[in-house]
């Protein structure tokens, strides 16, 4: 879905865990670089080609991955697009979120009862060898390297001009963008989108809950027109006072 010039997001849709879930990653681009925000879960190769080309960019010309955080939603399909590529593409994220990135750490949510958790949790009908593939997967999640560290406040000359900003609590280094020439907010996990209403981020799901929601404060201080949340997509009605509504709450 295009949001404006050189900025898309790409809703990448899959069964999981019995349901049909969307997510959307964001593609920026310009005659310089291609730039791919959050790689979906694995196995999504595919349905993120088939996006490039709906968006009108070939996938070869993709030059630069920005990792948002460590959650395997984000990271899954991170090392098999690297490997599709005719050409190394720089992969960035926070220095706080690197290792898990990389594997040489554990993900935070991937603890052995959280894994045995999200197996319980699939639908009796699983079969019993993708139910171990499952377990496997939580397990040993893909790993790519990250070639640079970005931090709050750096500005990216890239596409126009990409902001960075920490937003943590969701995970410890969670990041944000902002794309300065489209007002545009890549939110991540940092809020959602439910029931067409902008939220923050669902507690549960989040490393510390409170840190999450003091985050918002910080994406008031950008004069936004429209947000990409990884879950629930595209928001634009009146977005700093919806922020500020947040913020106050």
């Known amino acids: 879905m295009n949001i404006a010039s050189g900025v898309n997001m790409l809703p990448i849709s899959a069964l999981m865990m019995g349901k049909m879930e969307t997510i959307y990653p964001t593609l920026l681009w310009d005659d310089d670089a291609a730039i791919l925000v959050d790689t979906g879960y694995p196995g999504q190769l595919p349905l993120f080609k088939e996006q490039f080309e709906r968006a009108g960019l070939s996938f070869d010309k993709l030059t630069k991955i920005i990792i948002t955080h460590q959650d395997l939603d984000h990271i899954g399909s991170l090392s098999a697009i690297l490997k599709e590529l005719p050409q190394p593409a ?30 319980n949790a699939l639908p009796p009908e699983v079969p019993e060898e993708w139910r ?8 040993n999640p893909p790993r790519a390297s990250v070639d640079t560290f970005i931090a709050d406040g750096q ?19 969670h990041l944000s963008l902002y794309h300065k020439a489209s007002k545009t907010l890549i939110a ?19 490393m510390d809950p409170v840190l999450a929601k003091q985050s918002i404060k910080k994406l008031t201080e950008y004069d936004i027109g429209t947000v990409i949340c990884y879950h629930g997509g595209l928001y634009a009605d009146r977005v700093n006072e919806r922020l500020l509504e947040l913020a106050s709450e």
């Open 90 to 119: 720089e992969v960035m994220a926070s220095s706080l979120e690197a290792p898990y990135i990389q594997g040489s750490e554990q993900l935070l949510k991937h603890s052995p009862v959280a894994i045995e958790q999200a197996v």
């Open 132 to 139: 171990a593939a499952f377990r496997k997967t939580l397990e």
């Open 155 to 173: 500005e990216l000359p890239l596409c126009g001009g990409i902001t960075v900003i920490e937003t943590p609590g969701h995970t410890p280094g």
């Open 188 to 206: 991540a996990d940092a809020l959602i989108v439910e029931n067409d209403r902008l939220l923050g981020p669902v507690p549960q799901y989040c």
